[in-house]
């Protein structure tokens, strides 16, 4: 199960990172054939479904969203409470 999981995290990383891919078929014979390409790509649904496909890390523009955002609600709420003065 680790090496199926490992082999898996590697399948993923690579697919993120490498320019040139190589083929499921490619890490199912690195691993001597312990399991088929079938059980790679049913590990990697598993993968990305937990992972819930975030499997990029957070930028400045993700975090610069999500403090504009938040901005955005503190000023709607507080032109929210001053039309009906609610302060």
């Given at each position: 199960k680790f090496q199926?999981?490992?082999?898996?995290?590697?399948?993923?990383?690579?697919k993120v990172e490498e320019i040139l891919h190589s083929s499921v078929q490619s890490?199912?014979?690195?691993?001597g054939h312990a399991f088929s390409t079938a059980e790679i790509i049913a590990k990697e649904r598993?993968?990305?479904t937990t992972l819930k496909w975030k499997i990029y890390p957070d930028t400045l523009n993700t975090?610069?969203?999500s403090y504009l955002n938040q901005w955005d609600l503190l000023v709607n709420r507080l032109?929210?409470?001053q039309n009906?003065?609610?302060s």
């Amino acid at each position: 199960k680790f090496q199926l999981l490992g082999t898996t995290a590697l399948f993923i990383a690579m697919k993120v990172e490498e320019i040139l891919h190589s083929s499921v078929q490619s890490f199912a014979l690195f691993a001597g054939h312990a399991f088929s390409t079938a059980e790679i790509i049913a590990k990697e649904r598993d993968f990305m479904t937990t992972l819930k496909w975030k499997i990029y890390p957070d930028t400045l523009n993700t975090w610069m969203d999500s403090y504009l955002n938040q901005w955005d609600l503190l000023v709607n709420r507080l032109l929210f409470n001053q039309n009906f003065n609610l302060s």
